[in-house]
């Protein structure tokens, strides 16, 4: 697990790119076994709601949750540029009406979104570390599974890879 501590500005990002990832049909699903699952951005989601208005949010992360979050944020990057360019609207649910209380400057002038661009795009990078942490200790553990499964293999088995 690892431990992300958060400013204020930058848990609201995270939030509204949990928003983002959580409003993509299929994103709470495992890509192997395409079964709901909790080791996604729902429990971050929860986690951070509540103590939005907090100094500094910590986060317990598994190191899939951690990969999530930056694609999230990547994401969200996006959908900001293109909440900004039509003009206050999303076609990711409840995305609108969470920038819009996180962000009121939003709701008169929809373009204000823009200057919110670049803190995705700062934190993703920020979090670079954590990432390539995230991404070795899964590699890690795929490797593992597989010298396991293999193990397990009997020698007179050898059709099976």
């Known amino acids: ?22 409003g993509r049909p299929g994103s709470e699903t495992h890509p192997d076994t ?3 699952h909790d080791m996604g951005l729902q429990p971050i989601h929860d986690e951070i709601l509540p ?19 930056g694609e999230a944020l990547a994401g969200v990057g996006n959908e900001l540029k293109a909440f900004a360019l039509s003009n206050g609207r999303s076609m990711v649910p409840r995305f609108t009406a969470t920038v819009h209380d ?12 823009m200057d919110l661009v670049q803190h995705p795009v700062m934190l993703r ?7 390539e942490q995230a991404q070795r200790e ?18 007179w ?3 099976r890879s």
Do not use: C, F, G
Not at 1 to 22: F, G, N, P, W
Not at 103 to 111: F, L, M, N, R
Not at 125 to 131: E, F, G, P, Q
């Open 102 to 113: 996180l962000y009121p400057e939003t709701v008169e002038e929809p373009s204000a979104a």
């Open 34 to 36: 395409l079964q709901k």
């Open 125 to 131: 990078n920020r979090l670079s570390y954590a990432l």
């Open 51 to 69: 103590r939005l208005n907090q100094a500094v949010v910590e986060i317990d992360a598994s190191p899939y949750q951690v990969i999530k979050i």
């Open 138 to 155: 899964i590699a890690e553990a795929q490797a593992q599974s597989e010298a396991d499964r293999r193990a397990r293999k009997r020698w």
């Open 1 to 22: 697990m690892a431990l992300l501590q958060l400013r204020s500005e930058d848990a609201r990002i995270v939030y509204l790119a949990t928003i983002y990832h959580l």
């Open 157 to 159: 088995q050898v059709w």
